[in-house]
């Protein structure tokens, strides 16, 4: 059984950090591209920020330069670091594994950025 379990999310005052983790079992981690996906109420779901399976990362162009995704294969874990937090940042994130057509989700994290 495939399970991708956030955590770290919260309240966090603007200008905050905070650091998602993501826990990946049952898929092979390694061969897998992984993402942070952030759904906002009202909007869509968007992507934050991708690493293969290679190490190679993008971003969405809100979150560049404050963002940092990382991967850790040896923990079947993701990471995304978030510093200087802004309210508009506030959303449920949701962790993503994807292997050709293999397509996972996490069930999300909520993250709030307010004073």
């Known amino acids: 059984q495939v399970q991708l379990v956030e955590s770290g999310g919260g309240l966090v005052q603007p200008g905050g950090s905070l650091r998602l983790s993501c826990a990946a079992s049952?898929?092979?981690?390694?061969?897998?591209?992984m993402a942070w996906y952030r759904q906002a109420p009202g909007k869509r779901r968007e992507l934050v920020a991708a690493?293969?399976?290679?190490?190679?990362?993008n971003y969405a162009d809100s979150v560049k330069g404050r963002f940092t995704i990382s991967r850790d294969n040896d923990q079947r874990t993701v990471y995304l670091q978030m510093n200087s937090l802004k309210p508009e940042d506030s959303a449920v994130y949701y962790c993503n594994a994807q292997y050709y057509s293999s397509d996972h989700w996490g069930q999300g994290t909520q993250v709030s950025v307010s004073s």
């Open positions: 690493i293969t399976d290679k190490f190679s990362t």
């Open positions: 049952g898929i092979i981690f390694h061969v897998h591209d």
